[in-house]
């Protein structure tokens, strides 16, 4: 009889725990998968064009403005020689290159009668600290063509920002390192004598094949035109001016292979170790429990120093979210230990047997569970 009535209790005891083992560890995935969602709708209505001075670099269809009053068209060419020192987490790089532009006669008249050096009337727009470039052009004065237009063609190296990063999927992630060039002076605005600049898109290659940084591969280069509408008047009330840009962009990829092994093989090692403690005997206790916390430890400063490499950012990248599963799989075990080792503690001797059935059972549900549920948001983090 007294059998019988243990036996029915340590029933209750295992689906007792088998539920608080995937409670614990559901109830923190869908947290999980709230915010993976939250970031995607989030996602939908960012700008992702918007840099950090609150302007935008917007494509532009030049046959449209070229057909407007007063436009005249400059064709605008550039060849990045040289791609180093980038860096994610400031968001910039180093590009040394040329750009030439090739315009009319009739702009020619309006630079000299506005003072305007043909050198300075096209200027790199993302460039950053202007006292470390060098800017310096072939010839001191344009040259005439033989259809009548002027030419000139610039040298530079420059330090250079990206307005625009994506690393939801860091760190396996394409980042666009852009070189913008765009008129300078106002009295060319598109409102005003309307520049337009026309990519040279001839069969001419726009990068180096020896440009390149270690571990990304070059896997597009682009020449196209912008256009950025500044939000101020600066105070003289002539209405919000729009200039005329051209963009050699050269995408990289990131090395799969490298990222892997850099990045998530630590990581990987961690959570399994933390997965296998529940493949323990429930009664050695002290040492389940020591594992998970060592684990969640070993995982921030893991975390930690791969964030040292990219800039702060408002959503979680796809690394981070294997980073909060293991988090929550590392906190889930060590509750998970908690009720294991207080259930088998209290149960009578005839019963530890059984309370040892019981923890197992309950371990096995909460592996499956932790599983089951990293793989499902590891795919909603790769859509995100």
Not at 7 to 17: D, K, P, T
Not at 124 to 134: H, K, M, P, Y
Request: proline share 5%; net charge negative.
């Amino acid at each position: 009889m007294r059998w019988h009535f243990w036996r029915a209790q340590f029933g209750r005891e295992l689906r007792q725990g088998a539920r608080t083992a995937s409670k614990v560890l559901l109830s923190a995935l869908c947290v999980v998968l709230m915010l993976s969602i939250h970031g995607l709708s989030r996602d939908a209505s960012a700008s992702p064009e918007l840099n950090r001075n609150g302007t935008t670099y917007v494509p532009v269809n030049t046959a449209e403005l070229l057909s407007k009053p007063k436009a005249i068209g400059v064709k605008v060419g550039a060849y990045l020689d040289n791609i180093h020192d980038l860096s994610l987490q400031n968001r910039r790089f180093v590009g040394e290159g040329f750009y030439w532009f090739e315009w009319p006669q009739a702009l020619q008249d309006k630079l000299e009668s506005n003072k305007i050096e043909s050198g300075s009337m096209i200027s790199i727009a993302n460039q950053l600290d202007t006292w470390d470039r060098d800017i310096e052009g072939l010839n001191d004065e344009p040259t005439r063509l033989p259809n009548g237009n002027y030419y000139q063609q610039l040298r530079f190296s420059a330090n250079l920002y990206m307005p625009e990063i994506n690393l939801r999927r860091f760190p396996f992630t394409s980042i666009q390192l852009p070189v913008i060039l765009e008129t300078y002076d106002d009295t060319l605005a598109i409102e005003n004598d309307n520049l337009v600049l026309v990519p040279d898109v001839r069969e001419n290659a726009v990068v180096s094949p020896s440009a390149g940084i270690n571990g990304y591969n070059i896997i597009a280069a682009s020449l196209r035109s912008t256009v950025r509408t500044l939000g101020t008047d600066w105070g003289l009330n002539e209405g919000k001016l729009s200039y005329s840009g051209v963009a050699l962009t050269v995408t990289l990829r990131s090395s799969p292979l490298p990222s892997i092994l850099k990045y998530f093989l630590p990581l990987f090692i961690v959570v399994g170790i933390v997965l296998l403690a529940p493949s323990l005997e429930g009664e050695l206790g002290d040492i389940r429990l020591a594992i998970p916390s060592t684990g969640l430890l070993t995982l921030i400063f893991l975390q930690q120093a791969y964030q040292a490499e990219i800039p702060q950012l408002d959503y979680l990248t796809f690394l981070d979210w294997f980073y909060a599963c293991g988090y929550v799989i590392a906190i889930g075990t060590f509750v998970l230990f908690v009720w294991g080792t207080n259930f088998y503690q209290t149960a009578p001797k005839d019963g530890k047997e059984q309370a040892l059935v019981t923890i197992n059972k309950a371990d096995f549900v909460f592996q499956l569970s932790a599983i089951v549920g990293t793989v499902i948001v590891g795919l909603l983090a790769w859509v995100a």
